[in-house]
């Protein structure tokens, strides 16, 4: 099983909701990775999980929050959102976080913010 | 700062063709440099990996080489078909941290 799968696949939600992205993998990978993809942009980096802690922040607004409660399971949770934070938000996973690894990403969730 | 440069922008070629899309980066200190698909909408694909040790990759009809010290990559796709439409995306690792440093992307277009 080489898949990483995300729920939902498309989320609509208000500047006052809060929502939960969801990210799952299989493969007994130990890092995990939230990336975001504004429309016709490449991916940038938000966050890195390595062996469940917290590794790596790109200096990431608060109103996302990440959680990794195990190995295979990588969340994000959303609050009080802007609608400039509407984009495709991808989830990855590699064997580690050191150098060699191969990142393998899921389908995304598409996230609107009215 | 690592930038990461993707020639063409978008590219439009009948079936058959073989062709060649580039990549070029700033800071040739890489641990490894890695090659994506993206179809409209969707996640991202991995093609190939290429350790910084390593001068190319080879899977199927693709092929990704690396010139460390010249700072380029090349993916070739051999033989391309309509199926092989979408943005390809290269993507650099400078660090332990696992951060990838992703160019613009080349809008491939393979017509029939």
């Known amino acids: 099983d080489t898949e990483v799968t995300q729920t939902p696949k498309h989320l609509v939600m208000g500047m006052t909701n809060k929502k939960s992205l969801k990210c799952e993998q299989h493969?007994?990978?130990?890092?995990m990775y939230w990336y975001k993809q504004k429309a016709k942009k490449p991916p940038e980096l938000m966050f890195v999980?390595?062996?469940?802690?917290?590794?790596i922040n790109e200096s990431v607004p608060s109103r996302f929050s990440p959680e990794c409660p195990n190995s295979s399971l990588l969340n994000l949770h959303l609050h009080a959102l802007q609608p400039e934070d509407s984009a495709l938000y991808l989830c990855?996973?590699?064997?580690?976080?050191?150098?060699?690894?191969?990142?393998?990403f899921g389908p995304g969730t598409r996230l609107t913010v009215l | 700062k690592q930038e990461v440069t993707q020639i063409p922008a978008a590219l439009s070629v009948p079936e058959g063709e073989n062709l060649v899309l580039n990549c070029s980066f700033t800071?040739?200190?890489?641990?490894?440099l890695q090659w994506f698909r993206q179809d409209p909408g969707k996640g991202l694909t991995s093609l190939l990996l290429?350790?910084?040790?390593?001068r190319e990759q080879t899977s199927g009809r693709l092929n990704a080489s690396l010139d460390k010290s010249s700072g380029r990559s090349t993916l070739y796709i051999a033989a391309s078909q309509p199926g092989d439409s979408a943005t390809y995306l290269c993507?650099?690792?400078?660090?332990?941290?696992?951060?990838?440093?992703f160019g613009q992307g080349t809008e491939l277009s393979v017509k029939p």
């Open positions: 990855a996973s590699s064997r580690g976080q050191v150098n060699y690894n191969e990142q393998f």
């Open positions: 493969m007994g990978h130990r890092a």
């Open positions: 999980y390595s062996y469940e802690k917290l590794s």
């Open positions: 800071d040739s200190a890489i641990y490894n």
């Open positions: 290429i350790q910084s040790s390593q």
């Open positions: 993507a650099v690792m400078e660090n332990q941290g696992g951060k990838l440093i």
